[in-house]
């Protein structure tokens, strides 16, 4: 039998660098509130939302990740050409094939990187993340590109009062590359396939080029409606708040460090109810920095967390060489949970 020579990677991974991109409109609730009968002071008690971002005709999910990579590769200080793979997470690219990372990473210079999408809905950041550590570890790529991009705004029910004013637009991106010493831990993720139905499509795309106004959801002037995102909003927050706090405490022990030794917490930006309640039960110590990018970014799903992640650097809020716990959730129902060392 013959014997299979063994990979030779790094001996560890790290975040090396990362960017966003936000879309230059900006809509402030008042917006949201001309289709849905609502107020604003609703919309930030119950979501913490005071504005989004929504993407132009222009604003693709490839421009928008194309310009969020390009400052991730920046940040890095290497070369597009040295990126071995772009891994891409988002549910909002509607050509079903080829993948939207064939194109990024040719529009990047990466020459042949290797090149997919996933779809894990608000956790595709952290399965693409751990993608991304296995590869650099086993030796499949040195560098690899990590994006997380979404145009919500194309899948938003504007007349529905439970979501119409949760979902926005834009990219974030990390690169992943070796590292001397864990920078990446462990990663506790999972699914609950029993719960799929709380975030979903409305109707399939099979249904939906059918036509059938007998079978289709109509708007207010009676013409059927896109496809759009709906969710049982009280199931998805009482399994944010009560499971996820689990996964996160599980992701903590893992890594083998305590809260205490947390110097920021990057969970998705879902809500800022399930946000406060999760660091209070983790039992987050005053010093920990808390991403609460939602109140002006919204929920963007796979570009939420290295979203935040980048404004908190942006801004001061955190620091490289800080110690971040990550945890993204969503549509699934999927979780993934780490802690890492920023950029």
Request: proline content about 5%; charged content about 20%.
């Amino acid at each position: 039998m013959a014997k299979i020579k063994p990979s030779k990677g790094a001996p560890y991974a790290r975040i090396l660098g990362v960017g966003g991109y936000r879309p230059a409109r900006v809509v402030p609730n008042e917006v949201i509130l001309e289709r849905i009968d609502s107020s604003d002071e609703w919309i930030r008690s119950r979501s913490g939302i005071e504005t989004r971002h929504w993407a132009g005709p222009e604003e693709t999910v490839a421009a928008m990740a194309i310009e969020a990579s390009g400052k991730a590769i920046a940040d890095a200080g290497i070369d597009a050409g040295q990126i071995g793979a772009v891994v891409v997470s988002t549910v909002s690219h509607f050509s079903q094939t080829p993948a939207v990372a064939t194109e990024i990473a040719d529009k990047l210079g990466t020459g042949k990187a290797a090149a997919f999408d996933i779809s894990a809905g608000c956790a595709g950041f952290g399965y693409g993340l751990t993608l991304a550590k296995g590869m650099v570890v086993e030796g499949s790529a040195e560098h690899v590109l990590v994006i997380g991009v979404e145009r919500l705004s194309d899948l938003t029910d504007l007349e529905d009062r439970a979501t119409a004013f949760l979902f926005g637009d834009g990219a974030g991106a990390v690169v992943v590359g070796p590292s001397d010493e864990p920078a990446i831990g462990p990663t506790v993720w999972g699914s609950e396939g029993d719960k799929s139905a709380t975030i979903k499509q409305t109707v399939p795309w099979d249904r939906f080029a059918l036509g059938d106004v007998s079978q289709l959801p109509l708007d207010s002037q009676g013409n059927i409606k896109f496809p759009a995102i709906t969710q049982e909003g009280q199931a998805v927050f009482r399994w944010a708040v009560f499971e996820m706090a689990k996964v996160a405490q599980q992701a903590l022990d893992a890594a083998g460090i305590t809260a205490d030794d947390l110097d920021v917490f990057i969970p998705h930006q879902a809500n800022v109810r399930i946000i406060d309640s999760m660091v209070k039960t983790l039992k987050l110590p005053e010093h920990v920095t808390v991403a609460r990018d939602i109140r002006t970014t919204g929920n963007t799903s796979a570009a939420s967390i290295p979203l935040a992640m980048e404004r908190l650097l942006a801004t001061g809020e955190a620091k490289s060489g800080d110690t971040a716990l990550v945890i993204g959730f969503g549509a699934g129902l999927v979780y993934a949970a780490t802690v890492v060392t920023l950029p």
